[in-house]
């Protein structure tokens, strides 16, 4: 179908370019040398969508898009910068690209934005994918994340380890005009290379020894939704350069394809390491770092909001199973004091140990166990509870009893009483490494260097 297309821009050259680009697609095609002619067209004839630079004498291009928000918009720019790409998105364009640009890469975004279907607005309601905060600063930022949600923009999310950068970008889904559409995660770190390329791209029958079959890969998995790239740092060189190719053209080739196909996703990428530094190392790409970076985002580390411990601490114990758990007052001034080095994973990891330890009771300061502490931790008091008549005295060996534990801190030995619970953790897991490393709120590589620990530490007394 015949669509109606208008390009605003006081650069002639720039039109002329603009116009041989699109009139291949055999679209009507209006120029117009600044932003009131195209104002005055608009307001006299509809369009299909509007090509337009952001800086131009008299009415810009962003006024040109509050004043026709109804229209998709694609903003061109020579002098971007991240505030005015964050405003464009904002307001509601569908693309900003920056020049110099190809033909391809404009067809590409032009053909998108012509052939998408109409975006649903965000629900009002998005439930388990909201945050837990009270903080005045983590509010202030969730709301603009929640407005530049509603872009086609890519976004960068960046924060250190265990802050919610999988969580946030869940959110901007949720809130996003493509909520309707499929969510789909990559995790870059955990794929080597030759396996990441094709769940990436897809492959088809015959790409490679065992491709049975063909099979799509993520950026298809994700059309008309969000990807979510994490850990993009982790990407080869290689691969960002094939990443890079898919932002620009729209479209994906997959492992052993013989034409590329056409995609509408919006890309979200997550990281915890400094890509500018990369960038100087020689290890990240400049040109796909701008792609990837149109609206920046970074997530504030917990020692800079300590005021949500506690509702993240009653959030955790309603949404976990312990709703009987809470905290008692030293036990939130003493969390309040932490460094918090692995951020709101960490405070989860502590409260599930603490709610173990405490045995659905009260939780107070002795039963934290914290990382900051380890060499100086006295070891948990366990809480009283009602003897039962008749029942009989636990006899397991090993088990973690009161007297025991009081009888360990007596000894004053922090290994040892850390060794004990790790020992009784396996007991109890039927010597499931993973399962005792989750309970104790350790990983199960920690798990695996404390028992090498203790093996070793045998065999030099048996000798």
Same mark, same amino acid.
């Given at each position: 179908m015949l669509k109606k297309l208008v390009i605003a821009d006081d650069d002639p050259t720039m039109r002329a370019a603009l116009r041989e680009a699109l009139s291949g697609l055999g679209h009507n095609v209006n120029l117009f040398p600044n932003g009131e002619e195209a104002e005055a067209h608009l307001r006299q004839s509809d369009a299909d969508l509007v090509v337009s630079d952001v800086r131009m004498p008299g009415l810009s291009g962003l006024d040109l898009l509050k004043r026709f928000p109804q229209i998709p918009f694609i903003l061109i720019s020579g002098h971007a910068t991240v505030p005015e790409a964050v405003e464009a998105m904002k307001i509601g364009a569908y693309d900003f690209i920056v020049k110099p640009f190809s033909h391809r890469e404009l067809l590409a975004v032009v053909e998108a934005a012509l052939r998408r279907k109409p975006l649903e607005e965000p629900s009002e309601t998005v439930g388990a994918n909201e945050f837990v905060t009270v903080n005045s600063r983590m509010r202030a930022f969730l709301d603009f994340a929640? *407005?530049?949600? !509603?872009?086609?923009?890519?976004? &960068?999310? *960046?924060?250190?380890?265990?802050?919610? !950068?999988?969580?946030?970008?869940?959110?901007?889904?949720a809130h996003s005009r493509r909520h309707a559409g499929p969510f789909v995660a990559v995790n870059c770190a955990a794929l080597p290379e030759g396996l990441l390329e094709s769940e990436l791209f897809g492959y088809e029958r015959g790409a490679f020894t065992g491709a049975v079959a063909s099979r799509m890969g993520k950026f298809e998995s994700a059309d008309g939704g969000t990807l979510l790239l994490d850990e993009i740092s982790e990407m080869p060189l290689a691969l960002q350069a094939k990443l890079l190719r898919v932002l620009q053209e729209r479209e994906v080739d997959r492992v052993g394809g013989r034409k590329p196909l056409p995609i509408d996703i919006r890309v979200v990428s997550t990281t915890n390491r400094d890509l500018r530094e990369m960038i100087r190392g020689g290890?990240?790409?400049?040109?796909?770092?701008?792609?990837?970076?149109?609206?920046?985002?970074?997530?504030?580390? &917990?020692?800079?909001?300590? +005021? +949500?411990?506690?509702?993240l601490a009653q959030a955790f114990f309603s949404r976990h199973g312990y709703p009987e758990s809470s905290l008692t007052q030293p036990a939130l001034d003493h969390l309040k004091q932490n460094s918090w080095r692995g951020n709101v994973r960490e405070l989860f990891n502590v409260l599930e140990r603490a709610a173990i330890i405490a045995q659905g009771g009260p939780i107070a300061a002795e039963h934290l166990f914290l990382d900051d502490e380890r060499e100086n931790w006295s070891g948990p008091t366990m809480p009283d509870r009602p003897k039962i008549v008749g029942e009989p005295t636990p006899a397991v060996d090993g088990a973690i009893t009161e007297s025991s534990l009081k009888e360990s801190q007596s000894h004053g030995s922090v290994?040892?009483?850390?060794? *004990?619970?790790?020992? *009784?953790? &396996? !007991?109890?897991?039927?010597?499931?490494?993973?399962?005792?490393?989750?309970?104790?709120?350790?990983s199960v590589r920690t798990l695996r260097n404390k028992l090498k620990l203790y093996r070793e530490r045998d065999c030099l007394m048996e000798a």
């Open positions: 929640h *407005q530049v949600a !509603k872009s086609h923009a890519s976004i &960068l999310i *960046q924060g250190e380890s265990g802050t919610g !950068k999988e969580l946030l970008a869940r959110y901007l889904h290890t990240f790409r400049e040109d796909l770092f701008y792609r990837l970076n149109v609206v920046p985002l970074r997530l504030l580390p &917990l020692r800079e909001r300590l +005021d +949500d411990v506690d509702p290994r040892a009483m850390e060794e *004990q619970l790790i020992h *009784q953790a &396996l !007991k109890q897991a039927n010597n499931n490494r993973t399962l005792a490393a989750k309970t104790l709120g350790i």
